[in-house]
């Protein structure tokens, strides 16, 4: 029986990537472009990075865009991680289907509905439309896809550890923390990454919600692109990938050297005699 | 356990279960109560621009007779002009081919993957996520710069002699296509690959141990056994395309009907806040059910893997 | 022939012993390697018609990769593998009148009871009546017919077990490998099992290859156990030759237990062999097996714990096979206490005895002073 991928499979995959990096890397590419049309070629530059970091709007913009990822990512965390538990270890309560229909709904909630709905929730209770709306509003849809990265986690948990701690004393409250949480910290993280880069990411919702003095980069770079094509778009394009390509590519080797460390102590501890 | 322990423990567990409830409740549920009262509601050339807002500082009963000023006169424009019936159409015809195309490109690298070396896999895996991480809008703009007629796509067919005059891709349904299957191809390998890589390779080597050969076993054992993993990844994709901005908006022209784009013309361009509701409410309604069936496979395969 | 000194085994199926036999299966210095690692390492072994062959080995002996070469999941980098004469390395799996009943059941998870076992049948595009009345047959034969429209995770443990065996078994293959079958049941259950699947054999008439890590296990059901380390067969016989005459060290401390005691051969007498240690108060006189055995040559005198005779009072001869020592520690098992005794120069020694009697008060206790006994061919001489 032949091992191994097929030609064909290696054929997929290989197009299958193919298909799926080479406009990022054209992208990347024309961000260098010395010219102002992006599809010829005039040679090597960095003007566009300049232009960019002399553009004041751009930065305020970016600058926005960083203080509520981080806020909604850190709270869409805790919160998150709280759905995850309550999906997880309580069976059954009063709402538990409309609990989580509406934790997995969001996920594929299209933006605008999600959008439109939240702005017409501001204006009825006549909140200020600003920072803290598109907060609110990128806490309440990057809570769900915390809940579920977290929530895999859990289910293949094992509960012994935590009878274990509480078996030797330790109250349930104080297991928590000591114990499961160290457990499932990783999914947690990756959570929080995944709530923060989708935050990064959003156009709609916030195009919805913001208000005066709340522009966020993906609003600035698409009103920038329905006036056309330019290299500057490219160079902050090139910018926020390269931040997102290094902080998962980061993250994914150190979990990658853990891993590999503990199964190399394994391996020891099972040669010893 | 010891009662001193049991009273903290239910206070908590009423404290995790109560904030995220309360949460989603004021920030997703609520919402689209309102969004549907607005749908009833009639524009008015005010802030908010919608009557009647139910003030309830003129009291109680003033709000209640507002509610008679609610009608269906939205909905009733929005099945009277072919526009909106047509955007609603083309949507789900789009939604439709573009899972349609998703599931052909995505099984075959989905099972590519799972039929790779071990070690590679979790790279593999995180190279389909990646794209996934950086931007959607940038992700969408990169292929303005490569569909456009002076395009790189079309400096390059014309240099190699395949065509002599550009072809016209931007601004076509083709454009959206595209983009859709490229913008959504993570959402569909992730759970075709989840599906077919957590499958026991000995299921394979026991139909060829009784005589099926490998092209009918992927037919009799493989696909039937990945089907979660189509259910999920069909769903994960259609649900979000029908609904979709972005992509018709920057890579359609100005025939591309789609929901998505007709919603956000009617809030922000005629600032109709009404109408834009009633044809929110039109689209969830349409989606509820594949929605409800998402959300059950969801909740199925959680108690599987429990 | 030795096994005669093993009692009355009733055993008139040894084609291994007949020369003219043809073999039903044949390795031919087959060499299996995975990168650096030698798998099975040329060797070379038959299997007859209507045999129930074991292959027992710790795990990463290269017993299932045996298995899996004759399946077919895996060829063999070098040598040949034969089936009734006919080399077989080339063809697929599918195409093999082989059937394997996997360690993890493998039972396809969308398929019922039924579904599972007609699956191979229909693979021979065998007319649909046909099937039902096979599949009718194999639920009957393996009493599953309550079953039959269940899914596999319906099933128990010990049911999913029956279905996969009816499934390898519908297609009537010529060779049945079975991979570790009874692993995954309880201890009683896997006891049952085991003279069912005897049975069954019996009925069907077909050859068995099993692979197992439990001895016992492999001295149950088979005719002949070939035991593996490190990719090479290390011995292949009757379960009661490898029990009573185990061919190395290590072949006896596998399969049961056994005590060893070293030393240098003193004399060689017609047929028989003394051996002695400074460190023991007593000569050891033992049968000689090895037809090669010379004065002065280190060996190993292995004696399973059953065949020590422990005493409280001193035996008249106490110059050879016979050692004292104290009772160290004793193990009740119920049917049968193992006595450790710890001799002079530190070593242990077990002995078994059959609890005969209800005992209220043991007759030997702890740190008693007990003699050990022997006869001289209670005991194997082993060079390796």
């Not at chain 1, 997929?12 to 010395?34: H, K, R």
């Not at chain 1, 003007?47 to 203080?67: E, F, I, S």
């Not at chain 3, 060996?299 to 016979?322: H, Q």
Request: aromatic residues 10%.
């Amino acid at each position: 029986m032949k091992k191994g991928p097929s030609l064909f499979n290696v054929v997929s995959v290989t197009l299958g990537f193919a298909f799926l990096y080479l406009p990022i890397i054209l992208l990347v590419i024309y961000s260098f472009n010395s010219g102002r049309n992006v599809a010829i070629w005039a040679g090597w530059s960095t003007k566009w990075y300049v232009a960019m970091v002399q553009n004041q709007q751009l930065l305020d913009a970016a600058w926005v865009t960083l203080r509520v990822g981080l806020l909604s990512a850190t709270v869409a965390t805790v919160l998150g991680t709280m759905a995850a538990l309550t999906l997880v270890r309580h069976g059954r309560f009063m709402g538990r289907t409309l609990f989580s229909g509406m934790v997995y709904a969001p996920l594929v909630m299209p933006e605008v509905i999600t959008g439109l709905s939240l702005l017409l929730l501001f204006v009825a209770i006549n909140f200020d439309r600003g920072f803290w709306t598109v907060t609110i509003a990128h806490i309440t849809f990057s809570l769900c896809f915390v809940a579920v990265v977290v929530q895999s986690r859990l289910v293949t948990f094992d509960r012994s550890m935590e009878e274990a701690a509480m078996d030797l004393g330790c109250p349930p409250f104080k297991t928590f923390f000591v114990i499961t949480l160290p457990i499932i910290l990783p999914a947690i993280i990756a959570g929080w990454m995944l709530a923060f880069t989708l935050s990064l990411d959003d156009l709609v919702i916030a195009s919805f919600t913001t208000g005066p003095g709340a522009t966020t980069l993906p609003m600035r770079i698409y009103s920038a692109v329905r006036l056309g094509v330019t290299p500057e778009i490219n160079a902050v394009s090139t910018v926020l990938i390269a931040v997102v390509t290094v902080g998962v590519v980061a993250a994914s080797l150190i979990t990658k050297r853990q891993e590999a460390e503990r199964q190399r102590a394994e391996r020891l501890a099972g040669a010893a005699p | 356990m010891t009662a001193p322990n049991a009273k903290p423990l239910i206070k908590s567990k009423f404290f995790v279960v109560f904030v995220p409830y309360l949460w989603l409740f004021l920030f997703f549920l609520a919402p689209f109560l309102i969004v549907l009262k607005i749908s009833l509601s009639q524009t008015a050339i005010a802030m908010p621009p919608y009557l009647p807002t139910f003030d309830f500082s003129e009291g109680i009963g003033a709000a209640f007779s507002e509610l008679k000023e609610l009608s269906l006169d939205n909905y009733a424009f929005l099945f009277s002009d072919s526009l909106y019936i047509k955007s609603y159409l083309s949507s789900l015809q789009i939604a439709l081919i573009s899972t349609a195309l998703l599931l052909a490109i995505g099984y075959p690298i989905a099972y590519g993957m799972a039929r790779s070396p071990k070690a590679w896999r979790p790279t593999l895996v995180m190279l389909v996520i990646l794209p996934f991480w950086t931007s959607f809008l940038i992700r969408v703009y990169a292929w303005i710069g490569i569909l456009s007629r002076e395009g790189l796509l079309n400096t390059f067919l014309v240099w190699t002699g395949l065509i002599d005059t550009p072809l016209t891709i931007l601004s076509t349904n083709i454009a959206v296509y595209i983009g859709i299957v490229y913008s959504y191809l993570p959402f569909m390998v992730l759970p075709l690959y989840a599906a077919l890589e957590k499958m026991d390779e000995s299921l394979l080597e026991a139909a060829s141990d009784l005589g099926c050969p490998p092209l009918k076993t992927f037919w009799v054992v493989t696909f039937p056994l990945s089907l979660p993993g189509v259910v999920a990844g069909c769903f994960l994709v259609f649900i979000p395309a029908v609904g979709e901005f972005v992509i018709p908006d920057l890579l359609g022209g100005s025939s591309t009907l789609m929901i998505g784009k007709t919603l956000w013309a009617e809030f922000f361009s005629n600032r109709d806040w009404p109408l834009a509701s009633s044809v929110a409410v039109i689209l969830l309604m349409i989606l509820v059910i594949p929605i409800v069936f998402f959300q059950n496979a969801q909740q199925r395969q959680q108690e599987r893997d429990s | 022939m030795a096994a005669k000194a093993s009692g009355p085994i009733k055993r008139t199926f040894t084609p291994w012993d007949d020369p003219s036999a043809k073999p039903f299966i044949q390795f031919e210095n087959v060499t299996k390697r995975f990168g650096d690692f030698v798998a099975v390492d040329n060797l070379s072994l038959d299997i007859y018609e209507r045999e129930f062959f074991s292959l027992l080995g710790p795990s990463g002996c290269g017993k299932t990769t045996l298995l899996r070469m004759l399946a077919g999941f895996e060829a063999p980098s070098e040598g040949r593998l034969l089936l009734e004469g006919q080399d077989i390395s080339g063809v697929p799996p599918h195409r093999r009148p082989v059937n394997m009943m996997f360690q993890s059941y493998a039972l396809f998870p969308h398929m019922s009871v039924e579904g599972n076992i007609a699956f191979g049948l229909k693979q021979d595009r065998m007319p649909k009546a046909d099937i039902d009345a096979r599949v009718a047959e194999m639920l009957r034969l393996t009493k599953l017919e309550p079953f039959a429209k269940r899914k596999p995770h319906q099933l128990s443990g010990g049911q999913r077990q029956r279905v996969a065996l009816a499934r390898s078994i519908a297609k009537q293959p010529k060779v049945l490998l079975l991979d570790e079958p009874l692993g995954a049941l309880d201890r009683k259950l896997r006891e049952e099992t085991q003279f069912e699947l005897m049975d069954l054999q019996q009925e069907l008439g077909l050859t068995f290859v099993i692979v197992t890590h439990d001895q016992e296990e492999a001295m149950t059901v088979s005719d002949r156990i070939a035991v593996m380390d490190h990719g090479k067969l290390v011995q292949v016989a009757s379960p009661a030759e490898i029990y009573e005459f185990p061919s190395s060290r290590y072949v006896a401390d596998f399969i049961g237990d056994v005590n060893f005691m070293s030393g240098k051969v003193s004399a060689v007498t017609d047929g028989g062999v003394e051996i002695r240690d400074d460190t023991l108060s007593c000569s050891i006189a033992a049968h000689l097996e090895n037809p090669g055995t010379k004065v002065g040559d280190d060996v190993w005198l292995a004696i399973r714990p059953e065949k020590m005779r422990i005493s409280l009072d001193e035996p008249g001869d106490t110059a050879t096979n016979c050692v004292s020592g104290e009772v160290w520690d004793i193990g009740y098992l119920g049917g049968v206490s193992v006595y450790h005794v710890k001799l002079a120069n530190g070593n242990v020694v077990k002995s078994t005895v059959t609890n005969q009697t209800r005992l209220v008060e043991r007759p030997i206790g702890w740190e008693d002073k007990v003699w050990l006994t022997w006869p001289h061919d209670a005991g194997v001489v082993l060079t390796a």
